[in-house]
């Protein structure tokens, strides 16, 4: 029973590169959550998606930031033309269908982007 | 604009020292209070969830505690496999997103035998 699977667990990318993050939520969750946490700071939500559907994106940066979560396959962050600001570790929790949110929160490991 | 604080941002304890860590919150209408541990190179993991004024939760060592306006995560008898990042978090206002949380910057405790 494994729980919420990110990868790469470390990427390096030079500055006005793209990234992509991956998370397949835990066996029976549909919802996904993107946090990140920048050096110093505590985690701060991005954005919360259901199967093909972006449910709300208002904390992810304006520009630059999208994710999806299609009807096959796992949820995808894309950080297109990383600056330094962009290192940090991001995230990704899931929860199951019908439940209350957080109280169900599982998280993974993370994604340590460092932008050169 | 900080929801959540956290302090001390860093405790060092010796083994079997008592101690507790501190999370005061501003957001109005709580609607839940969470507690996670997190490990280096780790994600966050759940520890408690607090609801109400005066409610309290108990595991192992960890004993949290909630009031109006801060909550205290208490550690008795600490071990050294209790260092970690300890994560404080409030829900999100009604009619936002339930699973949004709002986390301080923790406290990283590190216990010493």
Known sequence: NA????????????????AR???SPMK???H???YRQLPEEGL????????????????????RFSAEFPKEGPSILRIQQVVRGDSAAYFCASSPPGSSGA??????AGSRLTVL | ?????????ALRLQEGESSSLNCSYTVSGLRGLFWYR????KGPEFLFTLYSAGEEKEKERLKATLTKKESFLHITAPKPEDSATYLCAVQAPRGSTLGRLYFGRGTQLTVWP
């Open chain 1, 21 to 23: 993050l991956r998370c």
């Open chain 1, 103 to 108: 109280n169900v929160l599982t998280f993974g």
């Open chain 1, 32 to 34: 996904v959550y993107w």
């Open chain 2, 38 to 41: 997190q490990d280096p190179g």
């Open chain 1, 44 to 63: 701060k939500f991005m954005v919360y998606l259901q199967k093909e559907n972006i449910i709300d994106e208002s904390g992810m940066p304006k520009e």
């Open chain 1, 28 to 30: 029976g969750h549909s």
């Open chain 1, 3 to 18: 729980g919420v699977m990110q990868n790469p667990r470390h990427l390096v990318r030079r500055r006005g590169q793209e």
């Open chain 2, 1 to 9: 604009e900080d929801q959540v604080t956290q302090s001390p941002e």
